[in-house]
Nanobody
Framework: QVQLVESGGGLVQPGGSLNLSCAASGIIITMGWFRQAPGKQREVIAT???????QYGGPVKGRFAISTDNDKNIVYLQMNGLQPEDTAVYYC??????????????WGQGTQVTVSS
């Protein structure tokens, strides 16, 4: 199974930016970024295939961008225009296909993103 390690979270003011990283122990085929806000279910927000096909959830479309470095097996999530409602723990996970909204295999430890003034 592919092991995943997320990093790059932190505290940022509204309107700020962060770039999250997800280092995978194996080859990336299709990956997703998920987030779980306090008291809410975990949701997928962005997905990407090895060929670069991307999809985004409504709340982040136009503000977040997912990308990969296939040579290094790293998936990135560039987050711009952050708002307090983006506060959550962010996770990456292997997906079965671009329309998979659950993912397979182990979760990483996640990285906390807090948006607050």
């Amino acid at each position: 199974q592919v092991q995943l390690v997320e990093s790059g979270g932190g505290l940022v003011q509204p309107g700020g930016s962060l770039n999250l990283s997800c280092a995978a122990s194996g080859i990336i085929i299709t990956m997703g970024w998920f987030r779980q806000a306090p008291g809410k279910q975990r949701e997928v927000i962005a997905t990407i295939t090895r060929s670069g096909y991307t999809q985004y959830g409504g709340p982040v479309k136009g503000r977040f961008a997912i990308s990969t470095d296939n040579d290094k097996n790293i998936v990135y999530l560039q987050m711009n225009g952050l708002q307090p409602e983006d506060t959550a723990v962010y996770y990456c996970r292997v997906l079965r296909d671009p329309d998979d909204r659950e993912g397979i295999g182990p979760w990483g430890q996640g990285t906390q993103v807090t948006v607050s003034s």
